[in-house]
């Protein structure tokens, strides 16, 4: 099948963190068709979804295995797309994201599988894992139990930029909050009596370090609140919750002691009192670029003409989970940008050759691995 035009279908199958539903029916139809054993998890039930976690297997006619992945879910506005080709780029119709985040990675796994069947040559055995909630925080490579494959590495079909781009690595990310308690009063009658917890939390949050900390670390603080439903109480609750996020394991850590040390130091002397918490949802990662899952990718651009682009990604993907989880993971571009908004595009140049990147005969992609 045309990769455009499985795209267009895929895309139009309406998906979401928790329900993947429809989109993975449809995949293991088409795995099964090409010859896999497909399995589902219960990945679902950790975060409240309705579908696991595919696993597709393949046996091989040489020795070794190769693991390819991603993820079935998309971020919000991902429902009734209508895909459109404009310019050489795939794009949605302006009034809802395009999902080649991370359709297009399913489709060039499913290409590449393809051209590796049609070329009629000894594969090894081939791994698929098409993972769901990836957009809520990773759940489905949380849950997945990487000890089913046989691959030594796994290549992980989802970054943004065109054909060539590698990541390498990816930042953690810690999950802050605060919560200030002060004491309620009537804001008519007395105010003096009570102890503004929304007039400390904005002190806590003016005085506190976050945005663009350093060339490897970033925070932000977009959701607060307080307890109030009334404009004549002195507010006696007001909450914060954010995140930090660092390639430097180390840096994030510190910045999680700084945040919990600021929010004491912020209610000194003003007779309120503040809870505060910090927890690393998903570490860092970092690949050096002698280990052979990013040779392996290398000399396959190579192979194609294309000169790799070994770059440190911005946002967290499966790849995080598996490289903290003992199986090197590497993130390849497939050809989009912009994602998670309604102008996110896909390269088709960059696209259509995704898949081929696969099946390289002279870098050996299929020619398999062993643990």
Known sequence: MDIVEEFKELVQIDSASGK??????TLAGKLRA????????RAGDTFGGNTGNLAAFREGDRPGSILFCSHMDRVANGFHIRPQEKDGYLVSDGTTILAAD?????????DGVRRALAS???L?????????????NLWGGRALDLSQFQSPFCYVMDSPGTLGRLINGAPGLA??????RGKAAHAGNEPEKGINAAHILCHLLDTLKDGRLDAETVSNFPLLGTGNTATNIVCDRAWVKGESRSRDRKKLEDYMAYFRRHCEESVQGTGAQVTSSAEISFAPF????????????????????????IEQGGGGMDANIFNAKGLPSLGIATGYTKNHT???NLDLESFTRSGELLTQEKARVFEGFKR
């Not at 970092?286 to 682009?309: D, F, N, S, T, W």
């Open 286 to 309: 970092r690949l050096e670029e002698k280990e052979p899952v990013v040779a392996l990718a290398c000399r396959a651009l190579k192979a194609m003409g294309i000169q790799p682009r």
């Open 124 to 136: 090894p055995r081939l791994e698929i894992a098409f993972t769901v909630g990836e957009e809520a």
């Open 20 to 25: 993947e539903r429809a989109i993975a029916d």
């Open 34 to 41: 090409l010859g896999f054993t497909v399995t589902e998890d």
């Open 342 to 344: 309604k102008e996110e």
């Open 175 to 180: 999950k802050l909050q605060a919560e200030v």
């Open 120 to 122: 009629r040559k000894p």
């Open 102 to 110: 991370d359709v297009s990675g399913l489709c060039a796994i499913l």
